[in-house]
């Protein structure tokens, strides 16, 4: 019997996935569930296509950082929404694309370096709220 790659059948949510809403919920009370700091969500729908949300928050270690994405990640999986993770062998900053939910996990230093909440607080960008 071949197997493949994806999750297991066993941790396959049923029914419907999470709405955008949802699923946003899903993130900041994980991220809460594993003391990230400094959590901010910028609100982008109607602003832009690639989600309806940008969550980013900061660790206190690379070590942390890592078992953030990874317990995220599970989570997300575990609700029936699809999960993709970069950056986590340096755990320095890892990107979660959760589809409607783009999550961004930092060490302080990186972070305080790339300043995305200013990147996206320009013109007509979203207002960034704390969450």
Do not use: C
Request: overall charge negative; cysteine-free.
């Amino acid at each position: 019997m071949i197997e493949t790659a994806s999750v297991p059948v066993a941790e396959k949510a049923k029914g419907p996935s999470l709405s955008p809403d949802a699923l946003h919920a899903l993130i900041l009370q994980s991220l809460d569930d594993d003391q990230a700091q400094e959590v901010v969500t910028i609100p982008l729908e109607g602003k832009s296509n690639i989600a309806d949300h940008m969550v980013v928050a900061t660790g206190r270690s690379s070590r942390q950082v890592a078992s953030m994405a990874q317990k995220l990640a599970e989570r997300i999986k575990k609700a029936g929404r699809h999960a993709r993770i970069e950056g986590l062998p340096s755990a320095d900053w890892v990107l979660i694309d959760a589809e409607d939910v783009i999550v961004h996990l930092f060490r302080p230093e990186v972070r305080s370096f790339y300043n995305l909440e200013r990147m996206w607080a320009f013109g007509d960008a979203p207002e960034v709220a704390q969450a």
